[in-house]
Nanobody, 131 residues
Framework: QVQLVESGGGLVQPGGSLTLSCATN????????VGWFRQAPGKEREGLSC????????YYADSVKGRFTASKNNAEKKVYLQMKSLRSDDTAVYYC????????????????????????WGQGTQVTVSS
């Protein structure tokens, strides 16, 4: 059974940093593309990053490029999102996701990060940027 569990959300001041973690299980992180998304109240879910399974390629949304860094540890089965220079408009529920659904999985990312490419999702973790 595929599982993704985010942690690390919380309250942070503008300009601060926060690192989110996502524990994964039930699929091969080494061969599966994973991504981070967020959804703010009243807004559509936004794709932030997509990291390919094995070739080291990560694509970022323009809104977070240069401020957010996605990484993963295949041995620990964990995915991370380091967030720096946080702003109030970064406030949202953050989700990790994997391109796996049932027996089907995909290891490569498209430069345009689309939620429809991801078949498995975590429950989300709240990030609030406020003074």
């Amino acid at each position: 059974q595929v599982q993704l569990v985010e942690s690390g959300g919380g309250l942070v001041q503008p300009g601060g940093s926060l690192t989110l973690s996502c524990a994964t299980n039930g699929f091969s992180l080494e061969h599966t593309a994973v991504g981070w998304f967020r959804q703010a109240p009243g807004k559509e879910r936004e794709g932030l990053s997509c990291s390919s399974g094995s070739d080291g390629i990560t694509y970022y949304a323009d809104s977070v490029k240069g401020r957010f860094t996605a990484s993963k540890n295949n041995a620990e089965k964990k995915v991370y999102l380091q967030m720096k220079s946080l702003r109030s408009d970064d406030t949202a529920v953050y989700y990790c996701a994997a391109m796996v659904s049932g027996m089907y999985g995909r290891g490569w990312c498209h430069p345009t990060i689309m939620s429809t490419d991801f078949g498995s999702w975590g429950q989300g973790t709240q990030v609030t940027v406020s003074s």
